[in-house]
RNA sequence: GCGUCUGUCGUCAAGCGGUUAAGACCUCGGAUUGUGGUUCCGAUAUGCAUGGGUUCGAAUCCCAUCAGACGCCCCA
């Protein structure tokens, strides 16, 4: 046998059993984003590499090891690892900025990064997103999550944990990197190795560590101040205090997680998280936050905005599975003629016909017709003759002999 | 990039150094040339991820490669 060809590491194929949840999410997403009104926006798959590397950050692990790039033409591409990016070139380019504000847009579509693949995680995935553009108050924050918290419930996911930080603005963020940095310099040689790394990339990060000595470490009351204390400024408080109060009265549950830390450069103020305890250790279905530099660093007019993203294969595996769907009818016939004509009838009415293309024997017929639709539409040679169809319910084993023409009222039932 | 575990039919698997490589499901055919979903019979891996090695003998042991699962890092 020639070598059999296979998918690639991380990829998948959706097959047809599966599909139908896919549509799910898709047809919600849809639904409700055009409620809070969304639009929804199509960019590529590919951009130039510049794009990734200022929007989401040359510092971080997507930007510096995950992305897929290639030459062509002495240009250098990507395919992207995400879509805000993405969209907010467009959103640019397009001189959306005019637009009168907020400007509100959604996406989904595959995403491409070059990780190990494990539970929750390919390098092809998929994500539906929304971004919001123009609106600093907090408001926007808060309808953002709101947006997200709808959907999941729209789909059936009522428990998931909401999770909220504030990053603060640039500057209190330095601020407290540099205490942080501070606190933990004569400890610095007692981290782990990646706790090493992250001092310099991302203090913020080591936070969370999950290695024991280092848990140790950050325990010492003389660091737990350090990280506990309110480093904010007064601005950026007062918006989180905002948001968490909309929250409230929207009785949107919600855990402050003062490790929430995102891995993408462009946040600011407001991050979250939706995590649910069903997926494993990538427990993260929804994550987001407010990236008020972004347009502006990608060349835009300085425009304030929120978004998230939600891993479309991480929500399909916390749906149940969605039973398929049978044929509103198998017409079992043994002229494939007369077959085809009753069948484009009926499908013209909107019915899902199907009938034997091999033309096997009656039981044979039968039998795929029980397996697979509601009902067995036979046509022989006395039902043609007298232009009837025998139409028999294959859960009760009724069966009529009624005209052609009222075949679509008694399947409709 | 690192770590742990795992690769036997389309699927789920038994087998653990000498078997004709069980069994079940699915699929196909027959019992049944106009009445199914139940039942009964039958078919379907010269092959055990691939390549080497050890051995009289390997699906079973060893090595390498590839692939998968899970975890770390990171993220959705």
Known sequence: ?????????????????????????EKNALEIFTRYGYKEIRTPIFEVTELFARGVGDTTDIVNKEMYTFEKSGRSITLRPENTAGVVRSFIENGMARLSAPVKLWYKGPMFRYERPQAGRQRQFHQVGVE??????????????????????????????????????????EEYKKRIKEVLK?????????????????????????????????????????????????????????????????????????????????????VFEIKSNNLGSQNAVCGGGRYDSLVKNLGGEDTPAVGWAMGMERLNSLLPEIEPQKLDGYIVSNS??????????????????????????????????????????????????????????????????????????????
């Open 186 to 270: 004569p400890e610095l040689e007692n981290l782990c190795e990646d706790c090493q790394n992250r001092y310099e990339k991302n203090p913020l990060r080591l936070l969370d560590c999950k290695v024991d000595s280092c848990k140790e470490i950050f325990a010492k009351p003389e660091i737990q101040k350090v990280i506990q204390s309110d480093f904010i400024c007064e601005e950026c408080a007062q918006h989180y205090k905002e948001l968490k109060s909309y929250l409230d009265k929207l009785k949107i549950k919600y855990i402050e997680n003062k490790l929430l830390v995102r891995g993408l450069d462009y946040y600011n103020r407001t």
């Open 336 to 413: 494939p003629a007369d077959a085809f004509e009753l069948a484009e009838e009926l499908r013209a009415k909107g019915l899902n016909i199907e009938f034997d293309l091999a033309n096997k024997k009656f039981t044979k017929q039968l039998e795929k017709a029980s397996k697979t639709a509601r009902f067995a539409l036979i046509l022989g040679e006395d039902e043609i003759k007298a232009n009837k169809v025998s139409v028999k319910n294959l859960e009760t084993s009724e069966q009529v002999t009624i005209d052609r023409n009222d075949v679509t009222d008694k399947i409709k039932g």
């Open 132 to 173: 919001m553009f123009g609106i600093k108050e907090p408001a926007a924050d808060a309808e953002v999550i709101l947006l997200a918290v709808d959907y999941l419930k729209s789909l059936g996911l009522n428990d998931l944990e909401v999770e909220i930080n504030s990053l603060g603005c640039p500057k209190c963020r």
């Open 1 to 25: 046998m020639t070598k059999m060809i296979k998918v690639l590491k991380g990829t998948k194929d959706i097959l047809p059993q599966e599909v139908e949840q896919w549509h799910k999410l």
